[in-house]
């Protein structure tokens, strides 16, 4: 019977959650869609999503790259297709490594910063302030966070498109010894639309996580200096875990089967 | 009629019941101070007016309109009667002083930031702030400038009813007095309804036309300021003079 219980009682919390969840999920899209905008917030989301991310990103892209070039050289000269690192790190960088790794780097920053900023309103009572001076706190904090968010991830997601690149064309010319004409050829040559778009449209997806992420347990948040710390841990946590699983069935989605 | 009417208002949340039926009448033009001790459900019976909260049963209306069961979007409209002078100020650490104060005028009523400018000096200079407070960060004053920042904010968009909720917790008895005198000069100022939750009885009885008393989740004793020392009541009685014996029995050992 113990374990019945513990069972349903686990069922009800899970239900909660989910439940809760969806109505925060319409309500922020609803709000991202409808009139009154806040532009000005609209924008300074989009200065500290996007252009303070562009550090982070870069250097992950680069390194990244740079590690995938090398790794590829030594598994390829295994059965002597070491010729290979230029399309592989190209494919690796725009399908995979770019959209999830500036994902996860990006939930870090920035879904953190967002759950822990909310969650310290809605401890001080300054999310109430909002409702008493007629303003809604969806339109006003989530909806510009959500946009400037999914607009912000595909750019930033292209840029470490290139950059992982270059990271991977270094390595390549300097210390693996590629000719530098043939290994952007290789590149050019193998690349397709696709690769990059598939990337990108992953990219708004773990955007919209991101934020939402960040929003839905900065608004829930309870309980103090305590509770905003759960608040940004449960953020972090559960947009990487998104971030993750959905990627898997985008990349389904995408490549058919 | 009332400005404000409650009707056995309850509130529980999960098997606690906070409110356990409240009724009370706030008339138009008149300030009523509801005391009380910690945990007696004046927050919630605050935040249940205010729409923060949605009370289980019973009815609350705003100059006759019943507002439990509104819209958001209808609910707008009754909002903009509000300012509300938050327990710890709520101010938006986000933007300096004078947006914070324009605020109402700038976002829940859309008036342009050049228009609502000067109405936000002149908000801060009627709680006594000077011209260069208004370009400073929140986290820069000190808990008393705070809190008449957050006053000027619920004064500044000249709501009809004005809601303090502990006014002058965690303030030196001088800045208590202060707030205290600005609170009743801002709402005679704009003929403005009031009502104020506290337990600091030196600040009740200053802004106070009525009061009423909450205990146990239910309005227990009301009547005209003048009379709190004679209420016959043994509540208000304990309440008043603070003492420690008596029929109110604070949980001390459990939570």
Redesign the interface.
């Known amino acids: 019977m113990l374990g019945l219980a513990s069972v349903g009682r686990l069922s009800i919390v899970f239900f909660d959650i989910v439940g809760s969840l969806s109505k925060f999920f319409v309500q922020s899209v609803l709000s991202c869609l409808a009139p009154p905008f806040f532009a000005r917030q609209f924008g300074r989301q989009l200065w500290r999503i996007g252009y303070n991310s562009l550090p982070v990103v870069g250097l992950t892209a680069l390194f990244t790259g740079s590690a995938l070039a090398l790794q590829i050289y030594i598994g390829g000269s295994r059965f002597n297709a070491e010729g290979i690192v230029a399309n592989i790190v190209a494919l690796g960088i725009t399908r995979e490594l770019g959209p999830v790794l500036a994902g996860l780097m990006v939930a870090g920053r920035v879904g953190a910063a967002i759950a822990a900023e909310i969650g310290t309103m809605r401890v001080t009572e300054q999310i109430d302030a909002l409702v008493t001076l007629s303003t809604s706190p969806f339109k006003y904090l989530v909806a510009p966070r959500i946009l400037a968010a999914t607009i912000c991830l595909p750019l930033l997601v292209g840029i470490a498109d290139i950059i992982g690149i270059f990271g991977g064309y270094l390595v390549g010319t300097r210390s693996l010894g590629f000719n530098s004409a043939v290994y952007l050829k290789n590149t050019m040559d193998f690349i397709q639309v696709d690769d990059v778009r598939s990337g990108l449209i992953k990219a708004a997806v773990f955007g919209f996580i991101i934020a939402l992420m960040g929003c839905y347990h900065g608004y829930h948040s309870a309980g103090g200096a305590q509770g905003v710390g759960r608040a940004t841990t449960n953020a972090v946590v559960s947009a990487s875990m998104l971030i993750l699983a959905s990627n898997y069935f985008l990349t389904s989605l995408f490549f058919g089967t | 009629m009332p400005k404000i009417a409650l009707q056995d208002v309850t509130k529980s949340f999960g098997k606690k019941k906070v409110l356990r039926g409240i009724t009370l009448d706030v008339p138009a033009g008149k300030s009523v101070v509801v005391i009380g001790g910690s945990g007696t459900g004046k927050s919630v019976m605050l ?1 249940c007016i ?3 909260l949605k009370p289980d049963s019973g009815s609350i209306k705003i100059d006759g309109v019943e507002i439990t069961t509104l819209h958001p979007w209808q609910r ?1 409209n009754i ?2 009667k ?3 002078l ?3 100020g ?4 986000s933007l300096p002083v004078w947006e914070n104060v324009a ?2 005028l700038v ?4 008036t342009s930031r050049r228009k609502a400018r000067p109405i936000a000096y002149e908000a801060l200079a009627k709680v006594g702030l000077s011209e260069d407070v208004g370009q400073l960060s929140p986290s820069e004053l000190s808990g008393g400038m705070q809190k008449r920042v957050a006053l000027a ?1 619920a004064i500044a ?1 000249q709501p009809e009813i004005i ?1 303090f909720d502990e006014p002058t917790t965690g303030l030196d008895p001088i800045t208590a007095d202060v707030i205290n005198n600005l609170i009743v000069e801002s709402v005679q100022h704009l003929g403005a309804t009031a009502l104020s939750i506290t337990h600091d009885m030196a600040s009740a009885r200053k802004i106070a036309d009525i009061i009423a008393m909450i205990h146990e989740g239910k309005i227990v004793w009301q009547g005209p300021a003048s009379e709190i020392d004679h209420s016959g009541n043994e509540l208000v009685d304990q309440f008043i003079h603070g003492r420690a014996q008596g029929p109110i029995k604070m949980a001390i050992n459990h939570q």
């Open positions: 935040k205010l729409g923060l707008e909002m903009r509000f300012g509300m938050f327990q710890g709520a101010l938006f650490d605020f109402g976002q829940g009523k859309r904010r968009s809601f």
